[in-house]
């Protein structure tokens, strides 16, 4: 068999395993990975569908050669099994979403960290951790030179590095006392250039923009 059709059979093979890594890449964010870390996962997922998916085909590929010989010159053909391939599309559609709702969301670890196993998250910094486990939208952002907002959160940057956050119905704080004064549009943008130092979660329902706390 030709090396060419060897090695697009095998990349055929692999193709759901890859695709799930990608899925995964997509919806959830994590500790920055090398190439050879992204190889390495995808070949763990095709190893993992294919665990699952082949047993009920008889542990069988889903795919094989068949040898042809029009007119005395010898080829190779694909045979695909188009009900193996389904399965093996959805089994990786699911355990994409699945895998990346329990990294956004964090239910392995917090389960072990209740039985003291660890004390890790699955997200990539505490960033994300403070971002995704509060359930307050209003924010009282305190920027370098003394400038100080207020505003509902709707966006925050995957990575602190970044350290960007969009917020809507923003206001300034103008004085000691609390007075605010309201940005007139539907939000701003600050980004790492404004230097944010700190950022207070606050009740919902209380100092929220639009009036005097």
């Not at 068949?66 to 093996?88: C, H, M, R, T």
């Not at 971002?131 to 966006?155: A, H, K, P």
């Not at 943008?189 to 100092?207: D, P, R, V, Y």
Request: proline letters at 5%; a negative charge.
């Amino acid at each position: 068999m030709p090396g060419t059709t060897e090695a697009l059979g095998v990349l055929l093979l692999l193709l759901p395993g890859f695709s799930c890594a990608y899925l995964i890449q997509r919806l959830a964010v994590r500790p920055q990975q090398t190439e050879l870390d992204k190889v390495i996962e995808a070949l763990l997922f095709s190893f993992l569908l294919y665990l699952i998916a082949s047993p009920f085909f008889g542990y069988s590929l889903p795919l094989s050669w068949k040898k042809i010989s029009p007119d005395g010159i010898e080829q190779y053909a694909f045979q695909l099994n188009w009900p193996y391939w389904a399965v093996l599309a959805a089994l990786a559609f699911a355990i994409g979403i699945l895998h990346s709702s329990n990294l956004n969301h964090d239910w392995l670890l917090r389960l072990l960290r209740r039985f003291r196993i660890t004390q890790r998250t699955a997200r990539s910094s505490i960033w994300n951790d403070a971002f995704q486990d509060i359930s307050t939208s209003f924010v009282l952002v305190q920027l370098s030179g003394d400038r100080t907002i207020i505003g509902y959160l709707r966006y925050y940057s995957d990575e602190p590095e970044d350290a960007s956050l969009f917020l809507e119905d923003a206001a300034w704080i103008a004085d000691d006392q609390g007075t605010q004064d309201p940005i007139d549009g539907p939000g701003i943008l600050l980004t790492k250039q404004a230097g944010i130092e700190s950022i207070s979660f606050l009740n919902t329902g209380k100092n929220q923009p639009g009036g005097k706390s």
